[in-house]
Structures are given as C-alpha cells and as structure tokens.
Nanobody, 115 residues
Framework: VPLVESGGGLVQPGGSLRLSCAASGFTFSYYDMSWYRRAPGKERELVANISSAGDTTHFADSVKGRFTISRDNSKKTVYLQMNNLKSEDTAKYYC?????????WGQGTQVTVSS
C-alpha cells in the first residue's frame, strides 16, 4: 500500500488533530501531496496540498487559518495539522500523491468532530 493515513479519531469542537500519511514504494520527494476529504452525502473535497519541495501550499477556503500542511521528505511523510475543528470537518480524510500520470491514494482515516 503506497500511502497509509493515521491520526484520525473523535474530537470535540474546538479541538485539534494531526493526521499523518506515510508513503512507501515510490520516490516521495518527487510528488506533490494532497489531503482530500469526503463527508457522508457530499462529494470529495480538496482540503490542502503541498508541492514536492514543500515551498508551496494551498488550502480550501473552509479550512484556511485552521489547518496547516507540511511534509518531511526524509521520513516520506506528509502531515495535516487541524486546529479549531468544527462539526463540518467531520469526514473521512484521504492522502494523495500525484506526479504527472502517477496517482496514489490511501485508505483514509475517519475524523469525527462532535461533543
């Protein structure tokens, strides 16, 4: 499995979680990395992405100022730090690696924000 997510769970509104995505089987440092999410009954949404070198990031408007994305190419891992979580952040979060026609996905990790 090229990508394995971890770090999801149940958290109260206003809380924080840090998701991790560990890569294997490909040259991680060449790939742009993204986090997507899919909530029940909704389409998949791009949450954040980071360039291969880690010098460019992009965030969905719904998470700007609350989420940060980072990567450690030496550990072949990308992170999503989620702060001030809201109920509408409840979704399954997926890691994606993309380079030209190569496209890898993880199995996802569930994030539930509820009191």
């Amino acid at each position: 499995v090229p990508l394995v997510e971890s770090g999801g769970g149940l958290v109260q509104p206003g809380g924080s979680l840090r998701l991790s995505c560990a890569a294997s089987g490909f040259t991680f440092s060449y790939y742009d990395m993204s986090w997507y999410r899919r909530a029940p009954g909704k389409e998949r949404e791009l949450v954040a992405n980071i360039s291969s070198a880690g010098d460019t990031t992009h965030f969905a408007d719904s998470v700007k100022g609350r989420f940060t994305i980072s990567r450690d190419n030496s550990k072949k891992t990308v992170y999503l730090q989620m702060n001030n979580l809201k109920s509408e952040d409840t979704a399954k979060y997926y890691c994606n690696a993309r380079l030209l026609w190569n496209d890898f996905w993880g199995q996802g990790t569930q994030v539930t924000v509820s009191s």
